[in-house]
Structure formats: C-alpha cells, structure tokens
C-alpha cells in the first residue's frame, strides 16, 4: 500500500539528510552564503525546507495548519528531519486518501480548500526545488554538492542493483 508514495518519501528524507550531512562541515560563513535566484542563506533555505515539510505533513496527518519551528542549528535540523521521516513513514502506513481536503490559510489570509494529494505533491517538490538552491550555493562557494537525484537514492538504498543480462 502506497508502495510508490514510500520511495519518494524516502528519498526525501535520504536527500535532506545528505545534504545536512555535507552542511554540517560548513564554517558559519559559509553557512550565510546566497546566490541571486535562491531561497536565501543556506542555513536559512535549510530551516525553511524542514519547518515548511512539517507543516505540510502535520496537515495530512492531523487536520491542522500547525506551525514548526526549524532548530538553529544542522544537528538540530538532523534531529527534526530525522522525526519528520519517522512521522510519513507511519502516515502511509495508511490508505492515503488523496482527495480528502483541509482549509487551510494563506499568507494573505485567504482561506483554500486543499487535498491531501496537493499537500503531497508539495512536500517532494518542495524539498527537491530548495536542496537544488542550497547545492548552487554550495557549489558557488567552492564547495562540492553531493548527488541527490532519485537514481542516487535507490544505488545507496538498495533499490537498484546492475544485472548480467
């Protein structure tokens, strides 16, 4: 049951965490880093990205726009991204029901009806859209930024293997 939803969350996870991994060697500088077109700092892209996939699974879980507070510093945001892969892999152990919706509020105040598919879909793009800005930062700053794709995810979980035919 939502054996295609486990990957992609999996991979998720698996991503930020490589990620974190490679930030957690960064001086404080370096941590302030930005590049025109990004999110922001990388410290700040990184926070952001946790607090924000909280929400979005806090929304599917609980019926509620709950609000997460992204720790201050990297071991924090392993800590909480750690929990945060803990807490989808428990949602889909359970019929996800795509279409059910929850209101929720806009920035602006505007209140949507949206499903649980839209919350979803969110959460992986999301996540994927600002890693990619904090690997040009890193990358603008001279610093190696690891291999985060999907086809990396399944070499370093298993998920693939080479065949002789």
Same mark, same amino acid.
């Not at 490679?22 to 700092?41: P, R």
């Not at 071991?75 to 929720?104: H, K």
């Not at 009806?113 to 930062?137: F, K, S």
């Given at each position: 049951?939502?054996?295609?939803?486990?990957?992609?969350? @999996?991979?998720?996870?698996?991503?930020?965490?490589?990620?974190? =991994?490679?930030? #957690?060697?960064?001086?404080?500088?370096?941590? #302030?880093?930005?590049?025109?077109?990004?999110?922001?700092?990388?410290? %700040?892209?990184?926070?952001?990205?946790?607090?924000?996939?909280?929400?979005?699974?806090?929304?599917?879980?609980?019926?509620?726009?709950? @609000?997460?507070?992204?720790?201050?510093?990297?071991?924090?945001?392993?800590?909480?991204?750690?929990?945060?892969?803990?807490?989808?892999?428990?949602?889909?152990?359970?019929?996800? %029901?795509?279409? @059910?919706?929850?209101?929720?509020?806009?920035? %602006?105040?505007?209140?949507?009806?949206?499903?649980?598919?839209?919350?979803?879909? #969110?959460? =992986?793009?999301?996540?994927?859209?600002?890693?990619?800005?904090?690997?040009?930062?890193?990358?603008?700053?001279?610093?190696?930024?690891?291999?985060?794709?999907?086809? %990396?995810?399944?070499?370093?979980?298993?998920?693939?293997?080479?065949?002789?035919?």
């Amino acid at each position: 049951m939502n054996d295609g939803l486990v990957d992609a969350f @999996r991979h998720d996870a698996w991503a930020m965490r490589e990620l974190l =991994l490679v930030c #957690q060697a960064l001086s404080d500088e370096q941590m #302030q880093a930005t590049v025109a077109g990004t999110y922001g700092s990388i410290i %700040d892209t990184l926070r952001h990205v946790v607090t924000a996939e909280s929400r979005y699974c806090a929304r599917v879980m609980t019926d509620e726009d709950v @609000r997460v507070e992204a720790g201050p510093s990297i071991a924090a945001l392993l800590e909480q991204a750690a929990a945060l892969a803990e807490r989808w892999e428990r949602y889909l152990t359970t019929p996800v %029901d795509a279409e @059910r919706t929850i209101t929720i509020a806009w920035p %602006d105040g505007t209140r949507y009806e949206v499903p649980d598919g839209v919350h979803i879909a #969110q959460a =992986l793009h999301h996540g994927n859209e600002h890693r990619a800005h904090v690997c040009t930062i890193l990358t603008s700053i001279g610093v190696p930024a690891p291999s985060l794709g999907v086809w %990396d995810y399944a070499e370093a979980a298993g998920r693939t293997r080479p065949t002789t035919r």
